[in-house]
């Protein structure tokens, strides 16, 4: 995210802004969502995520027919996490830098993570019913800026 942001002032500078108008506003400083700042959280990770390409690997627990393809019983699946994270079916302009893309999508991600498919904003923690436990601590994080 540090890398994301000094390489792109202008969000750099939004963040500030926001931060800024809430201590103005109210005198402290935030201990709640500000929605800039998880806007440009959820981009970064979107655009750089952290995890391998092909994030953690699952595996199959019974014999799958999937799309005509038969999958056995423990047969390791990856996914590109790459692929998803810059289709262009989903994003648009997924090879810029844009953290307003999510200020329509501020749910926590650990929500979105366990709801319905296409309401997911990326998959750095995983896909399916088991993603990952650190899920929560990035909402904390962000919660508590």
């Known amino acids: 995210m540090m890398l994301s942001l000094c390489c792109h002032h202008e969000a750099q500078h939004k963040l500030r802004e926001e931060v800024d108008q809430f201590i103005a506003e109210n005198e402290r400083l935030p201990t709640m969502q500000l929605p800039h700042l998880i806007s440009a959280t959820k981009e970064c990770m979107r655009y750089r995520p952290i995890a391998s390409p092909f994030g953690i690997l699952h595996e199959t627990t019974e014999d799958l027919l ?39 999508r501020l749910k926590p991600m ?12 990326h998959y750095n923690f995983g896909w399916g019913r088991r993603t990952c436990p650190g899920i929560h601590l990035i909402n904390d ?5």
């Open 66 to 104: 999937c799309r005509g393809y038969f999958i056995p019983k423990g047969t390791s699946i990856a996914y590109n996490m790459r692929a998803m994270h810059e289709s262009p079916d989903v994003y648009d302009d997924p090879d810029k830098f844009i953290p307003n893309r999510f200020l329509n």
């Open 110 to 121: 650990s929500a979105l993570a366990n709801g319905p498919i296409h309401e997911r904003d």
């Open 141 to 145: 994080c962000i919660a508590y800026v």
